[in-house]
């Protein structure tokens, strides 16, 4: 899970990335956790032009984490059940 800094590097990264003007950092002073719960709205409520395309690529990123994981646990518990893993 991301620090706050860390979370500070990926807006950085990411406002540069797709041009997004205007971003407030303090806007973001949260860990990894914080981030997750933010739906849609609250990153357009934090960045109203741009939100919606920052929302979309932490989701991307959430989405490959969850699924390195499955992959790291299936190869370290070859033959188990990944029941659990089901949301």
């Known amino acids: 899970m991301w620090n706050k800094w860390e979370v500070m590097e990926w807006l950085k990264w990411a406002t540069e990335r ?3 003007h205007g971003v407030t950092a303090d ?4 860990n990894g956790k914080g981030l997750c719960m933010l739906n849609v709205d609250g ?6 032009r741009g939100g919606d395309v920052l929302h ?9 984490a969850v699924e390195q994981s499955r992959h ?11 029941f659990y893993y089901v949301y």
């Open 56 to 64: 979309s690529d932490f989701n991307k990123r959430v989405t490959a």
């Open 27 to 30: 806007k973001f002073l949260m």
């Open 18 to 20: 797709y041009s997004i």
């Open 72 to 82: 790291l646990q299936s190869y370290l518990n070859p033959g188990t059940s990944n």
């Open 43 to 48: 990153f357009l409520y934090r960045v109203p």
